[in-house]
DNA sequence: CTGAAAGCGCTTACAG
DNA sequence: CTGAAAGCGCTTACAG
């Protein structure tokens, strides 16, 4: 595999290095016939440019970048997506940069900013913990999205989230009008101030509206998969026969619930209802479809790249909410008799 | 946010860069208390490499690259997760390189060979059309996995895959068993010689070795994915209500196809048989949980990275078949009276 | 409109 | 064990 510089390409054109880069970054200073002539000699080498040295030299902070924490994640992924597409308008470039579920996101932020020039970030599914005072200590312009980073004060980071407790609240809400009395929470650690600790406390908040008092151990620590949900309800179901629905805070979870209470030979709806969190595709296809608090893809999308692009052109920053929606499913059902 | 460099932290650690360099990438040539002196400093600063200009000056090929195209495949991804593990054990460190459905593979292994070293690759997912010519052009090893690149006789490229004609006779063999005479197949284009082709040909040698005639309308060309098979199964079973299994080439198509069905009021497997292919975990936690053919991703990962391996120390390109193995599933029963 | 030159942040022989 | 220097492939003022 033959690798051709600009230089070569300089030579076989018979014009100079920076002439090929006039061209190549489609400079209006080069006279057509020019460019005619460097863009034969890189078609006929199909070169390809060094991103390397090219972003060594570009030093100004040019680039957005978008970062998404988890490969897997549907949902996120789904408003990466939308980003990309409502940033098309926008005169600041955008980028995505996926990185591991066990990544730090900070660590990440530096290194785009030293690498790729980007001078701006939105931080999708991040988590604020004590890194995140690296926001801070960085000074340039960030959105958190799905994250409420309102009470975390920035002066340099807006966010972009539904209110999770109220949306968690309205879910359980629906289960109890079904007349259910016994319903346990599959979801994340509930300490804290994030979105798992406030879908929490919205459940909370409906059942003590409600006069039902919580059986602590109804609350399970469960991974976000199919696999976790799956696990968390087999172990659960083996001591908690009496409880007759599930409400979980991701939708992978619920499906995942809903086939371990298959295979213990309890049917959804009828015997057990469960609940998803996210809104995604594949539990609106799943059978039964999986009722769900669907997260505005699209406006978390398009909120999260106005919020930056107000904040790049100095606005301050700002804590948006968007509205939440209730996701018809069946699995959900009267508690049986 | 501050951005150090290398010279930075020599000053700061009263060193040259050389020096600094050296420490950073463990070269046993540095006193202990230089070292110490110097990752002090690195410490202190939050120091991050700029990888721009490691990768311009590193320009022996070393990496091995993984190019998987598709980032929302889920059997892909694990395959290239497996794979990541199985070459930990391997001299050559291999990177994976995402791309999407329609970039060109074959431009992201001149990007990845120019500026990230890569000297060899596997290709994930690709497909076997007139670019592939580019692969012997390059003339560096490479390896395709989950495609057959036998009989295009690349001097520097191996494959790995299951017999796909072989797996889809089973899988019909298995449908046709359970008394289905009238059975629509949902894929890929048919025509050409990929996997594609070859499951078609599959389904079609084993309606020919039970006698049954198939009715060419009954082939449908479907996207895969779970909007692909929900939309033509609808439009499907508008004019084929006599069909009473579906067989698909792929679980998230499978998924798709059921839900529709369930939607038009017939039941999967009661009135209509299912079957998917890949082995998806998201396919065995399904309810009805779909019959899949299952392409074995661990060992189509540790093959893949086996064969590179072998080629980089000036093995033979050779061409592998793993095993598939069909997975049961509550998709497929008797046909209905 | 075009070219010669400096320099982006590293690594790596080459001396010492 | 350590440092000075060249150079990786680009871009971008600066001249002309």
Redesign the pocket.
Known sequence: ME?????D??RKA?????????V??G?????????KKVLDVVEQFG????R???N?????PGYAAIIVRGRRNAFLNDVATQMIEFAQGHKTPFLVKYIDEEDDEFDAMRQLY?EKRAGSFILLGSRLDERCEAVRAVGVPVVFATVDAERAEFDNASSVCVDDRAAMRAMMDRILDQGHTRVAVFGGNRDGDDIFARRYQGAMDSLRAHGIEYDPDEYVLSRFSLEGGYESAVRFFEKHQDVTAVMTMSDMMAMGVTRALRDMGLRVPEDVSVSGFDGTVMARYYVPSIASVRQPVEEIARKSVELLCDMLEGGEARHVKVDYSLVEGESIAQVRA
Request: charged fraction near 25%.
């Open positions: 690798i051709y510089t600009i230089r390409v300089a018979g014009v100079a290095v920076s002439t090929v880069s006039r190549l970054n400079r209006p200073d080069v006279s057509e016939e020019t460019r070169f390809v440019q060094n390397n040295a090219r060594l030299k570009n030093t100004k030293a």
